[in-house]
């Protein structure tokens, strides 16, 4: 058996011991084995881990439904979250890089299931309801174009059939 050079040494020690300074596991995001190859990512896992760092910060409005996608808060302030979500968020997208591929693809979902959800709406009585963001796929519904009674009635004929993903009032 050969011996490593001391540098080498310490790199193996260092890499050791990070991969096991953590106190929760985090998914494997890419693999660079077999010539290069990229293993999947398994999006749940992400998800979970991201939501996981969420409630770690106190952030526990946040939640993973049976499906898998992730559920925010309501808006309980002026800004639209509540207050600490931001700096949460952000510490939370670094500690789980692969948030951000899946959130990439989400957005995609949610788009769609939101054009459809603002479509049914359209067709329930809220003519006026606003196309969803495509960043977001979420509705924005400015204060001024808001109808709690329209809203009830088009949530109550789209809901079961189009859930919508996401939405905000009052921006």
Known sequence: MRALPAAAAAA?????????????????????????????????????AWVDCMHQ??????????????GFP??????????????????CDEKVPGIHQVQQ???AKFLEMARKWVECARKNGYADMPDPDPKEGTVIVPRALFDAVKWDAASRACEAKFPLPGYRIGE
């Open 105 to 107: 693809a989400d957005n």
């Open 12 to 48: 193996v020690v260092v890499l050791a011991l990070a991969g096991c300074s953590a106190s929760a596991p985090v998914p494997e995001v890419a693999g660079g084995e077999r010539g290069g190859q990229v293993k999947p990512q398994d999006d749940n896992a992400v998800r979970r």
């Open 74 to 91: 309501a808006a309980s302030t002026d800004s639209g979250m509540p207050s600490g979500y931001d700096a949460a968020a952000r510490l």
């Open 57 to 70: 910060q106190g952030q526990t409005s946040v939640e993973q439904d049976k499906d898998g996608n992730i």
